[in-house]
């Protein structure tokens, strides 16, 4: 019968060993352990280190809450992506009590202050004067906690905590509309989206990441102010449309943009994809338009933005290439991977996105139609086209293509196999050959050179070329 006894005691010497094998320490002497008590580490989080701040606002007699989005997301049990503070404290009394922060250029009195590593923002209970150009107040009155939540855009985002007690503050109804999963403009939703543009494509952002309703009145307002859209910047577009194609919703939020007339303002290649219908045995779902949803709904929650953009944008150019081939008595989108590679490279160009985004997402548009004919390539092609670092993006757009359309899974599972064959060694292993090995051939530098390492590159990768001496063999032979 099993007894607890020895079972235990063996324990007990077993961590009594590891332990003196890690940093145990005794003295010679006494015999006594003098080694330090383990260092216990609290790390300080974000939210530790706002609430540091707001209680040192408040022993100075200020009134000091959490603000906005960081109530909301604790609210919802989500991460805050940071926290903000909004105060009875004026800027001035905000930086005496926090000497060396910095105040945010574009917008008075906030103050950035970096504690534990950690930056929050913290700015006095304020309320906008007018808005002259529809992106940002003229001047800034110092006011009450009521009238700085009722400046802010959302309900959902006009609540306030105080941190101590964890109590919300609530003087727009934000709580319910959290509960209810609503998005709602504070006050007169029209007049908010004029005073400011930006909050147009804000409520689509939000909509889509936390997946709420919008509310009737505050969705008309958007479509009536779509328009307005024009007088915000490209970079502030893009960071507001990056963020909700990231998202688990992306679909549904490409859907809203295109409803409310934003996507119009922006992006408008997108609406030609809708009503381009495509040959039904290709493509039993519909038209390009749900086809790019449908994708974009079957990509993981947490795709990469490349992916995202590469999907969405993968046939745009689908519409303008559509011709229909009377003999086959089909339609047919000729180049509309080439073609489609140039308006991506235009959209985000546009959109003021980083070079390398454009660059890859161009690179994956343009050879999202190579995947039909990996089967067929030879072992070398195939190896250079798994070697692009896009590559494992690249399938996975392969992979909700098919998905999306006609189901097929056969160049996926190749494309697997193939990765797993290739796994043991470099796809594209450095060469055998090199240039200097040309001169000492006695051929002078030129495009031959170029086409002679390549040929013996390609020999290497389809696996007759192993050792450096047959490749100077091969080189002598080719060069003749
Ligand atoms: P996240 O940080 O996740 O994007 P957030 O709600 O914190 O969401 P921020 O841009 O950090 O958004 O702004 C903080 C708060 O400032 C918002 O919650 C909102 O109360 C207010 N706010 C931000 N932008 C606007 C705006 N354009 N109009 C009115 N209020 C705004
Ligand atoms: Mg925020």
Redesign the pocket.
């Known amino acids: 019968m099993p007894t607890g006894g020895p079972r235990g005691s063996d324990r007990a010497a077993e961590t009594k060993s590891s332990s003196a094998g890690t940093c145990q320490q005794t003295s010679p002497r006494s015999g006594i352990d003098l080694s330090p008590a383990p260092l216990q580490f609290f790390p300080v989080t974000a939210r530790d280190a706002a609430a540091d701040l707001a209680a040192r606002l408040s022993r100075a007699g200020h009134t000091a809450y959490f603000?906005?989005?960081?109530v909301?997301?604790r609210l919802l049990g989500r991460e805050?992506?940071?926290y903000?503070i909004a105060t009875s404290a004026t800027p001035r009394q905000i930086l005496e009590l926090f000497p060396g922060s910095n105040e945010v250029g574009a917008h008075f009195g906030v103050i950035i202050v970096r504690h534990h590593g950690f930056h929050t923002e913290i700015a006095t209970f304020r309320t906008d004067g007018s808005y002259g150009d529809g992106r940002r107040p003229d001047s800034v009155e110092f006011s009450t906690p009521e009238e700085d939540a009722r400046?802010?855009?959302?309900t959902i985002?006009?609540l306030f905590e105080d941190p101590p007690s964890g109590e919300i503050i609530d003087y727009v109804g934000g709580r319910s509309d959290l509960q209810a999963k609503t998005l709602r403009a504070i006050g007169e939703a029209a007049d908010r989206f004029e005073e400011?543009a930006?909050?147009l494509l804000?409520a689509i952002r939000?909509a889509t990441t936390l997946d709420f309703d919008i509310e009737p009145t505050t969705w008309q307002a958007i479509v009536l102010h779509a328009e307005g859209l024009r007088r915000i910047s490209p970079e502030r577009i893009r960071d507001e449309f990056s963020?909700l194609i990231v998202a688990p919703k992306r679909a549904r939020g490409l859907e809203l943009l295109v409803d409310s007339g934003l996507a119009k303002v922006f992006f408008p290649e997108v609406l030609d994809l809708i009503g381009c219908d495509q040959p039904p045995e290709w493509h039993p779902e519909g038209d390009v338009y749900i086809h790019t949803r449908i994708m974009l709904d079957l990509l993981p929650d947490d795709a990469p933005l490349e992916l995202c953009l590469s999907v969405l944008l993968h046939d745009i150019a689908k519409p303008p290439t559509r011709t229909f081939d009377e003999g086959a008595d089909r339609i047919r989108f000729n180049g509309h991977d080439a073609l489609g590679a140039r308006m991506a490279h235009d959209i985000l160009r546009r959109l003021k996105y980083p070079n390398q985004v454009i660059e890859d997402v161009e690179f994956m548009v343009s050879r999202h139609m190579q995947f039909m004919n990996v089967q067929q390539m030879r072992t070398a092609k195939l190896k250079r086209f798994m070697a692009a670092p896009t590559f494992p993006l690249e399938l996975e757009l392969h992979r909700v293509d098919c998905a999306s359309s006609n189901g097929f899974t056969d160049n996926l599972e190749f494309l697997i196999e193939k990765g797993e064959e290739f796994a043991s060694e470099p796809l594209v292993p450095p060469p055998l050959v090199n240039g200097r090995d040309l001169i000492d051939l006695g051929l002078k530098p030129g495009p031959r050179f170029k086409e002679l390492l390549e040929a013996a590159q390609t020999e290497q990768l389809e696996g007759r070329l192993t050792t450096r001496e047959a490749a100077l063999d091969w080189l002598r032979e080719a060069a003749r």
């Open positions: 603000a906005g989005g960081c909301r997301d805050p992506k940071d903000d400046r802010r855009d959302f985002n006009g400011d930006l909050r804000r939000f963020r």
